[in-house]
């Protein structure tokens, strides 16, 4: 690639929660656009998260460099702020205090969701628990790495989200951690604003991750035989497809301008023309208004 197509080239990306999913997506294409990307998480070589998946910090590490950047894995389990602060600390000594990027994308919350119970019959300690993993975390990264934009007064800070609307998920907890992460960059962006650095929601539609691919019993390669169980499987999304709205949203000089708003795949691809992985351009909000809407009202319009 020449420098043009490598805007990220000299960039320096942390992406918290790279281990597997949309966080893997993200730092794989950071490290497509140039840059270097330190990919944390609690799952690595050394073993396995409670979550008990293959996928480590390593591996994607290793797709980082492969893709054309520079990945850079550190196991840390950023519910802890002790491993949070020595990470950063490791960044700042190791990258002449430069941050550009970061990405909180940490969740984990899958086993701890109840899709069947409303609030007052669930397990109160497993719902605050699901809170604490996935929300609690994005706040203490971003406590120890934002000082590193502020003092160079620019940069980029993502909150990976589900829906970019005020519409109900479905779930007590699963919902109040994905609005509370969307208003955690409203939050970071009114701080941030006068210091230069600009923080933004991002949602995948439908996100084929591996977990997904798993449920539904096939592979990348046959995922589309996914949607005999599930028409709507058709009309998801690679986590390539979120790295790249990522991505291109951290080489646009203007990104100043979208500050605290809350955005989505299926906007982004049609204002920088990025494609999922396979070529497509999948759009899950106009797959909802068409095939979901009747049944399940619309989507709503974005925070």
């Known amino acids: 690639m020449t420098a043009v197509e490598k805007p ?22 950071l490290g497509a656009a140039g840059a270097t990307v330190y990919v944390t998480g609690r799952s690595s070589a050394a073993g396995r998260s409670d979550l008990d998946r293959p996928e480590t910090v390593e591996e994607t590490a290793r797709r980082v460099d492969a893709a054309g950047g520079t990945g850079i894995a550190v196991r840390t389990d950023h519910s802890r702020p002790a491993e949070v602060e020595a990470l950063v600390a490791r960044i700042a000594a190791e990258q002449d205090g430069r941050l550009d990027i970061l990405v909180n994308s940490v969740w984990g919350g899958d086993p701890l969701t109840d899709w069947e119970h409303p609030l007052w019959e669930q397990d109160l300690d497993t719902g605050l628990r699901l809170l604490r993993q996935a929300v609690e975390t994005h706040v203490i990264t971003s406590r120890f790495a934002l000082p590193l934009m502020v003092a160079r007064r620019s940069g980029l800070v993502v909150e990976v989200t589900d829906g970019n609307t005020a519409r109900y998920r479905g779930s007590f907890f699963y919902d109040l951690a994905k609005s509370a992460v969307i208003r955690l960059a409203v939050a970071q962006a009114a701080e941030l604003r006068p210091h ?108």
Do not use: N
Not at 14 to 24: K, M, P
Not at 282 to 302: C, K, R, S, T, Y
């Open 196 to 303: 230069g650095v600009a923080a933004v929601a991002v949602t995948p539609g439908f996100l084929r991750s591996e977990a997904m691919l798993e449920h539904f019993g096939v592979t990348e390669a046959d995922w589309r035989d996914g949607a005999a169980r599930d028409p709507h499987f058709a009309h998801s999304e690679t986590p390539a497809y979120l790295g790249r709205a990522v991505a291109a949203l951290a080489a646009d000089p203007g990104v100043m301008a979208r500050t605290g708003r809350a955005l989505a795949t299926w906007d982004l691809y049609k204002e920088y023309g990025f494609t999922d992985a396979d070529g497509t351009r999948p759009d899950w909000a106009a797959h909802w208004a068409d095939a979901l809407e009747e049944e399940h009202g619309p989507l709503g319009d974005p925070l």
């Open 8 to 29: 990220l080239r000299g960039s320096v990306a942390l992406v918290a929660g790279g281990t597997r999913g949309g966080g893997r997506g993200i730092a794989v294409e």
